[in-house]
Each structure stands twice: as structure tokens, then as C-alpha cells.
């Protein structure tokens, strides 16, 4: 394919998955961001890569699985360029069953997972989970999923603009507007988008969360009512995060982390004693359809946008760029109905 120029304004996650993918086609890339990659939401630390429960199944939900099956290739293929490491692995997910109810509905899910993800990932109801770090269990019964994977996000950014620029792309903070143009501006984008509009397009969602100095770098991660504990490969544990509408910072951390990191050592003694080594909180990008939106950009003729990866950015990234560099680079547009921007207008 001959060569083409892309500009991508926002060096987090989807800007620099879908630089990443455009380039691998030929294109010519550039990546423009102020505050350099992973500056935004993209730089935090929990990295938990769920899938949503199998049942109900729709667009959103199949999307997802295909993005989560294609990961491991993606950020293979990433870290070798970079020669560093997103902190990818497919280690899977325990969840505690609370009660009988719960319990029922796990049990059937196990049936969906087995025909909704195609043998691709099983989902199990088990007594006995695997992992060095197990919570207690009302019920005594825990989940276990083999899609969920963890990755360290400011890591993964670093990983991913390394990898553009050592294939000759750049990633930097100011710069001539060339060629195809994609927003993935995340949560500042979505705001300015929803201004003088008649309803909210999207907004941010401040999440806070922590990082200990406890190893368990080969435990899947664990999601105990709400709260997302995940070991990462250099041997720290994240855990998060809030959910904030209304704040009065968006980057700062306060009692509610506190009160985070409390319920993550009550749900797991081993960590009473482990040290915090980071606190951080940002905001994330959150579309009125809480689906991703992508495609045309609804105010800017010609140019496209990407955003709107509110809590799920990282496991849906690898299909992401997939179908924008379809439609960018060669006019296919395979984006799912509900994650165009029509959906959130």
C-alpha cells in the first residue's frame, strides 16, 4: 500500500493503538499530544482487562472479545519493536461469589461463556481458584475467567510510542496538521464537544487509585465487590478505583482513595502491611452511550474521531485501531453501529 500521512491528536491509548496500526499498513504517522503520551487517563496504574459477563450478548460484547483474544499478539508485537514491556499478560480473573443468588447466576454463565466465547476462554465456578492471593467467599464458591488480562497502562503508553517512533513515526508535542486527521483527545475532548449542544455527548469520570509494593506478579487479578486488585509484572499491586461525577479536582486524591485501599486490605489481609508507593487519579473519557465512539467526527468535516473508552480503553485498544485504520486508510468501515458518533448526538 503506498505510503499516507496520519495525524493523531491524543498520545493515549487509542491515538497511540491506532497510530500503531496505521503504521504497520505503511502509513507515515504522527502523534501529537502536550503533555506527551499516557498524559491523560491512559497514564494510571490499574490495568484490568475484563471482559463483560457472557449473556445478553450484543455488538459491544463481541467487539470486546475480539479485542481482548487479539491482545496478546498486539502488545507481542508492540514490546518487540520497543524492546520494553506493556506488562501484558493473560492471567485470568477471580471474583468471590457473595451469595446463593450470585452463585445461581454464575453457574449459568458458565454455559454462555461456552457458547458466547467460542472456546476461546472458559468461564468456571470453583472452590478452589488458582493464584497465590485468593479473598474470602461468603459462599465459599469463586468465578474464575481465563479472558481477563492485566497490563501496566503508563507502561503500555510508553511501550506503544517507543515501538511508532523506533519504525519512524513521531510522538510529539506540537507540530503541522498532515493528511487524515483522528481526534482520541479523551475526556477534554468530550467536554468540549458536549459544549452549547442541547445534551451531554460525554464527560470525565474521575477515578482514583493506588499503587502497593506487593508482589504477586503471576496471581490473576481479583475483583471483590466493586474494588479491582491487580498484580503487575514489576511486582507492584494496583488497586481501584473510584468513580467520581462530581469533584472539585481531577487530578488529585483524597479520602475516598483512602477508603479504597482500606476495603483492598480487608478483602486481602496480605496487604495490610504493604506499602503505598503511588497515588494517582485522573479523569476518563465517558460517552453518553458508554460505548466507545468512533468514526466521522461529528463536528469536523473529513476528520475522524476516537474516544469514549470510559474503563474499558485497554482491552478494546487492539479492535480499535483495527477498524480505524480500515476506515482511514482504506475506506472500509467495519465500526459497529452503536459506537459511531450518531449513537451519542
Given at each position: 500500500?503506498?505510503?499516507?500521512?496520519?495525524t493523531?491528536?491524543?498520545?493515549?491509548?487509542?491515538?497511540?493503538?491506532?497510530a500503531?496500526?496505521?503504521?504497520?499498513r505503511?502509513?507515515?504517522?504522527?502523534?501529537i499530544?502536550p503533555?506527551?503520551?499516557?498524559?491523560?487517563?491512559?497514564?494510571?496504574?490499574?490495568?484490568?482487562?475484563?471482559?463483560?459477563v457472557?449473556?445478553?450478548w450484543?455488538?459491544?460484547k463481541?467487539?470486546?472479545?475480539?479485542?481482548?483474544v487479539?491482545?496478546?499478539?498486539?502488545?507481542?508485537?508492540?514490546d518487540?519493536?520497543s524492546g520494553?514491556?506493556?506488562?501484558?499478560?493473560?492471567?485470568?480473573?477471580v471474583?468471590?461469589?457473595?451469595?446463593?443468588?450470585?452463585?445461581?447466576?454464575?453457574?449459568?454463565?458458565t454455559?454462555?461463556?461456552?457458547s458466547?466465547w467460542?472456546?476461546?476462554?472458559?468461564?468456571e465456578?470453583?472452590q478452589?481458584?488458582?493464584?497465590?492471593?485468593t479473598?474470602?467467599?461468603?459462599?465459599?464458591?469463586?468465578i474464575?475467567?481465563?479472558?481477563?488480562?492485566?497490563?501496566?497502562?503508563?507502561?503500555?503508553?510508553?511501550?506503544l510510542?517507543?515501538?511508532?517512533?523506533?519504525?519512524?513515526g513521531?510522538?510529539i508535542?506540537?507540530g503541522?496538521?498532515q493528511?487524515?486527521?483522528?481526534h482520541?483527545?479523551?475526556?477534554?475532548?468530550?467536554?468540549?464537544?458536549?459544549k452549547?449542544?442541547?445534551?451531554?455527548?460525554?464527560?470525565?469520570?474521575?477515578?482514583?487509585a493506588?499503587l502497593?509494593?506487593?508482589?504477586?506478579?503471576?496471581a490473576p487479578q481479583l475483583?471483590?465487590?466493586?474494588?479491582?486488585?491487580v498484580?503487575?509484572?514489576?511486582?507492584?499491586t494496583a488497586?481501584?478505583?473510584?468513580?467520581?461525577?462530581d469533584?472539585?479536582?481531577?487530578?488529585?486524591?483524597?479520602?475516598l482513595l483512602?477508603?479504597?485501599?482500606?476495603?483492598?486490605?480487608t478483602?486481602?489481609?496480605?496487604?495490610?502491611?504493604?506499602k503505598?508507593?503511588?497515588?494517582?487519579?485522573?479523569?476518563?473519557?465517558?460517552?453518553?452511550?458508554r460505548a466507545?465512539m468512533?468514526?466521522?467526527?461529528?463536528?469536523?468535516?473529513?476528520?475522524y474521531?476516537?474516544?469514549?473508552?470510559?474503563?474499558i480503553?485497554?482491552?478494546?485498544?487492539?479492535?480499535?485501531?483495527q477498524v480505524m485504520?480500515?476506515?482511514?486508510?482504506?475506506?472500509?468501515?467495519?465500526?459497529?453501529?452503536?459506537?459511531?458518533?450518531?449513537?451519542n448526538?
Open positions: 500500500m503506498a505510503s499516507a500521512e496520519v493523531i491528536y491524543g498520545a493515549g491509548i487509542f491515538g497511540l493503538s491506532i500503531w496500526a496505521c503504521q504497520q505503511g502509513a507515515q504517522v504522527c502523534v499530544d503533555g506527551g503520551p499516557g498524559a491523560g487517563s491512559s497514564g494510571g496504574i490499574v490495568g484490568a482487562l475484563a471482559p463483560h457472557p449473556e445478553n450484543n455488538e459491544k463481541a467487539f470486546q472479545l475480539d479485542s481482548l487479539m491482545a496478546q499478539a498486539f502488545w507481542d508485537e508492540v518487540t519493536a520494553l514491556s506493556a506488562g501484558y499478560a493473560r492471567t485470568g480473573r471474583q468471590p461469589i457473595p451469595d446463593d443468588r450470585s452463585l445461581e447466576r454464575a453457574h449459568q454463565r454455559a454462555g461463556a461456552a458466547l467460542q472456546g476461546q476462554a472458559t468461564w465456578v470453583t478452589n481458584p488458582p493464584g497465590s492471593i479473598p474470602a467467599s461468603p459462599t465459599g464458591w469463586y474464575f475467567d481465563t479472558l481477563s488480562a492485566r497490563l501496566h497502562p503508563r507502561r503500555a503508553c510508553e511501550s510510542a517507543s515501538a511508532l517512533r523506533a519504525r519512524g513521531e510522538v508535542p506540537d503541522p496538521t493528511g487524515h486527521i483522528i482520541a483527545t479523551g475526556a477534554a475532548g468530550l467536554i468540549e464537544l458536549s452549547d449542544r442541547p445534551r451531554m455527548i460525554g464527560n470525565g469520570v474521575k477515578g482514583q493506588a502497593l509494593d506487593f508482589d504477586a506478579k503471576t475483583f471483590v465487590d466493586g474494588l479491582h486488585i498484580p503487575h509484572a514489576d511486582g507492584t488497586i481501584g478505583s473510584t468513580s467520581e461525577r469533584y472539585t479536582s481531577p487530578d488529585s486524591t483524597d479520602a483512602d477508603v479504597r485501599i482500606e476495603d483492598a486490605r478483602a486481602l489481609p496480605e496487604l495490610r502491611n504493604a503505598v508507593i503511588e497515588r494517582w487519579a485522573g479523569l476518563r473519557p465517558r460517552s453518553r452511550s466507545p468512533l468514526g466521522a467526527h461529528p463536528l469536523r468535516a473529513g476528520e474521531i476516537a474516544n469514549g473508552g470510559f474503563k480503553g485497554f482491552g478494546m485498544a487492539p479492535k480499535v485501531a485504520a480500515d476506515l482511514v486508510l482504506e475506506g472500509q468501515d467495519r465500526i459497529p453501529d452503536g459506537f459511531k458518533p450518531d449513537a448526538l
